[in-house]
């Protein structure tokens, strides 16, 4: 990890919790953005729904201010999945949305509400293309036509698909106003580093975005970090981690123990396109928890949304968000800006911890007064509940006095029975410390 990607990095360490947002094409057969793949759909049967593709309900400003009012501070959409439909209005190919019934640029108008928000935002690439000509397919493991006698003896220009590919990012990042991020998708097999002409496109993107920052799948994805994770990362290396729906169990660091940035990037349900049938979310209870796990561990959380064929982010996901943002309007303190925790995990929850500020996120009523594990009662300068800055009394009394170490809080009155905790979901204290 070098001091360059610290800095540039350090926007996003601060802000903690973005949306990802998976849209395009496959919303149409809502069954998730692989499918071509899945299904082994051929290009010309495919095609179809770009012929269908007629989101009349897009509202982007609808989609920032969701965004916003659920906490978050940044966004991702997809420009480009593997499916090779462009979102963009690309002058190097007519598979885009401009060109379909849509005819919006549905990635600058997602730029310009979001950053109306005051919010970040980023754009996803994919290095895939199912659809693009001289994208390998028979010996590919991820191509819909793998394994397809048609194409076992197709010749290639892999060089054409990868000066088109080049062409489309220099498109979006000299196009389209100042980008916070690019989210690039995914290395496998040898298909990885160079193979991508990462070092070129690299400066090239540089050239235009000084301080983008980039995610680490021009050599690593879901499965293996790249060098980012070394001590010498490569100059394609990105400037974050992207573990896929795992929160790293010790956050992550490179291989002298430094802290890396990086970015759980997780679905709200089991999708990321658009699945109709898919109604396994994960509570808000669930959400905030894992939001909170990151934050103790160094890390981030790009939260997915997959809008449907029409352009709506679906209601589940809306309820959701609504209720994660009540929350984060309240605690938000304890995310923002705020990192591993100096004291180890306590077992009724965990740690936050900005500067002398530890933020105790409380999961489990206690019986009688919570003891601040790991926080000795000298150190405790003034303890409030962050939802509403009410002051809490400190908790020590005749049976906590075999505990001398341990700093303790009432919770209520009477500090010997158990209460039902304010926010079921977690009530967050706020512990400031005497240096
Ligand atoms: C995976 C999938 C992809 C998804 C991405 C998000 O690599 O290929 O569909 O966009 O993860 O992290």
Not at 54 to 70: E, G, I, M, T
Not at 108 to 115: H, I, P, T, V
Not at 190 to 197: H, L, P, Q, S, T
Not at 403 to 415: E, K, T
Request: with cysteine.
């Amino acid at each position: 990890m070098n001091q360059e990607m610290l800095e540039r990095t350090r926007w996003f360490m601060n802000d903690r919790f973005g949306m990802f947002i998976h849209w395009g094409l496959y919303a149409i057969p809502a069954a998730g953005e692989w499918i071509m793949s899945e299904r082994r759909i051929p290009v010309k049967q495919y095609e179809e729904y770009f012929h269908q593709f007629d989101p009349v309900d897009f509202d982007p400003a609808s989609w920032a201010r969701l965004c916003k009012k659920a906490g978050m501070k940044y966004a991702v959409m997809t420009a480009k999945h593997h499916d090779g439909f462009c979102l963009f209005d690309s002058a190097l190919t007519d598979y885009k949305s401009t060109a379909a019934k849509a005819g919006r640029d549905l990635v600058r108008e997602f730029l310009d509400a979001f950053r109306a928000e005051g919010l970040k935002v980023g754009l996803y690439y994919s290095l895939l293309d199912w659809h693009h000509p001289d994208y390998p397919k028979y010996n590919d493991i991820n191509h819909p036509m793998r394994g397809n006698e048609a194409y076992r003896n197709e010749v290639i220009d892999f060089d054409r698909y990868l000066d088109y590919m080049h062409g489309q990012v220099r498109e979006l990042v000299s196009g389209y106003g100042k980008l916070d991020i690019l989210w690039f998708d995914f290395s496998y097999d040898d298909m990885c580093g160079e193979k991508w002409r990462a070092a070129e496109l690299i400066r090239m993107v540089r050239s235009y975005q000084p301080d983008v920052i980039i995610d680490n799948r021009l050599e690593g994805s879901g499965e293996k970090n790249g060098s980012i994770a070394t001590d010498h990362p490569s100059v394609f290396s990105g400037d974050f981690a992207s573990p896929e729906q795992i929160i790293p169990p010790q956050g992550m660091q490179d291989e002298s123990g430094l802290p890396i940035p990086w970015e759980l990037c997780a679905t709200m349900n089991n999708h990321w396109g658009y699945c109709s049938w898919d109604s396994l979310y994960k509570t808000p209870q669930t959400i905030i928890r894992k939001l909170v796990e990151c934050v103790s561990k160094g890390g981030n959380m790009i939260l997915n949304v997959g809008p449907d064929a029409k352009g709506r982010i679906p209601d589940e996901s809306v309820k959701i968000l609504e209720k994660v943002g009540r929350f984060m309007d309240r605690n938000r303190e304890s995310i923002y800006g705020c990192g591993i925790s100096k004291t180890a995990k306590p077992e009724w929850g965990r740690y936050t911890q900005n500067g002398d500020t530890v933020y105790a996120h409380v999961y489990e009523t206690p019986l009688g007064a919570l003891p601040l594990y790991g926080i000795g009662p000298d150190r405790v300068k003034r303890v409030t509940r962050l939802a509403d800055g009410s002051e809490l009394i400190r908790g020590e009394a005749w049976n906590t006095a075999m505990y001398p170490d341990i700093a303790f809080v009432s919770l209520g009155d009477n500090p010997v029975f158990s209460y039902p905790l304010p926010d079921e979901d977690d009530t967050v204290l706020k512990i400031e410390l005497s240096l």
